[in-house]
């Protein structure tokens, strides 16, 4: 689960980019930090996030096979900007923004080679909201429901 809070940052108004990796239902990886630069869009803040993702999911995958352990199939990767999972899944689409095809280019190659397969959650059950947004205390509460074990 990956999300970007944009422009959280009050004084330098940089975005928060959120993440949660599961393996095998268990939340084993969390992250949580200000993106380095400043995105002037949503859009360029969430496809910074997932960038960063996918670079955590590669190298959690690398680890892993390091350890003998084969990887089998994609990760999958949800994010809840439909614009960002439309351009990074399309082949057609194309970025006009060079800033913004830095971020694009990484997330295609890493869908295109078969190594992160992306798709649209809806951001109130996104779980990484729970990494880059404050909540209220109910929502809170169902979204850590759903990575913690109680």
């Known amino acids: 689960f990956v999300d970007a809070a944009f422009a959280t940052d009050l004084v330098t108004r ?8 599961f393996v095998n239902g268990a939340a084993i990886l969390w992250y949580s930090k200000r ?31 390091a ?12 994010c809840d900007n439909q614009s960002v999972v439309l351009n990074a899944t399309l082949p057609s689409s194309t970025l006009k ?21 992306l798709a649209k ?3 109130e059950t996104n779980l990484s909201d729970i990494c880059t947004k404050l909540l209220n205390g109910p929502r809170k509460r ?3 429901s759903h990575i913690l074990f109680q």
């Open 14 to 21: 940089r975005s928060t980019t959120g993440i949660i990796i």
């Open 35 to 65: 993106q380095a630069t400043v995105e002037t869009s949503t859009y360029g803040s969430e496809f910074t996030g997932l960038r960063i993702a996918i670079e955590k999911v590669e190298g959690l995958r690398f680890k892993l096979r």
């Open 67 to 78: 350890m003998g352990l084969p990887m089998a199939g994609p990760a999958n990767g949800f």
């Open 97 to 117: 923004k060079k800033h913004n095809a830095v971020n694009y280019h990484k997330c295609r190659e890493a869908i295109a080679s078969g190594t992160v397969r």
């Open 121 to 123: 959650e809806p951001g």
């Open 142 to 144: 169902l979204l850590a």
